[in-house]
């Protein structure tokens, strides 16, 4: 009898043990979420499921490119995912023709999916204060991003983490990089947190 108890006594530990690394890990280190729209394609498409890392920030400042998540301000439990442009205290300005500039130098980069016809805001120079990002998604034609006042820069504070893995369509399942990792690899939309997150990228 004593050696059943002692056998139900070790699995109610070892399921508690279980469940508490369960909940650490979804609510201090990963998050799950489903992409929802275009904003960030060919990086990510609509229906891709990937992993946000809610750790790394915790050690470091967030680098340009890197795919971050964010609150969107105007619904509960909903997330944007974008790709960081200008860091703080830098100057952000995009031309007519779709140029982006830093600090009034033409950046160097090639994540938009096609040319950007669309400045907003960043028309006319925006200068980011110590806490704030400036993000756009890849697919800048068809995203809502910091050119629009719906997003806006965003704080420090509410960054969720860092897009690292894409764990669902099988098929593209892996690493999401950035130049930020030294890697010259494309990444990349808005989501929804809970069991999967949504993206509006109107």
Do not use: W
């Not at 995009?94 to 805001?121: C, H, K, M, R, V």
């Not at 950035?178 to 109107?202: I, L, M, R």
């Amino acid at each position: 009898m004593k050696a059943i108890f002692k056998e139900i006594i070790s699995l109610c530990l070892y399921l508690a043990i279980i469940l508490g690394c369960t909940y650490l890990t979804v609510h201090y280190a990963v998050q799950r979420t489903e992409i929802e729209g275009a904003s960030m394609e060919p990086a990510l498409y609509h229906g891709d499921q990937i992993l946000v890392d809610k750790l790394t920030y915790r050690f470091r400042e967030p680098k340009r490119y890197e795919i971050i998540a964010f609150p969107y301000r105007y619904e509960q439990d909903t997330y944007y995912v974008k790709r960081i442009i200008g860091l703080p205290g830098e100057k952000v300005r995009i031309d007519a023709q779709g140029t982006i500039f830093i600090n009034e130098e033409a950046l160097d980069e090639n994540y938009g999916i096609e040319p950007l016809s669309q400045p907003g805001y960043a028309s006319s120079p925006r200068i980011l204060g110590e806490d704030e990002y400036f993000v756009l998604g890849d697919n800048r034609n068809d995203s809502i991003d910091s050119r629009s006042a719906e997003v806006g820069m965003v704080r420090r504070q509410e960054i969720i983490g860092k897009a690292f893995f894409r764990i669902y369509p099988f098929s593209a399942a892996g690493t999401i990089h950035s130049a930020a990792d030294g890697k010259n690899a494309k990444d990349g939309g808005s989501a929804q947190a809970g069991t999967a997150g949504q993206e509006n990228t109107e």
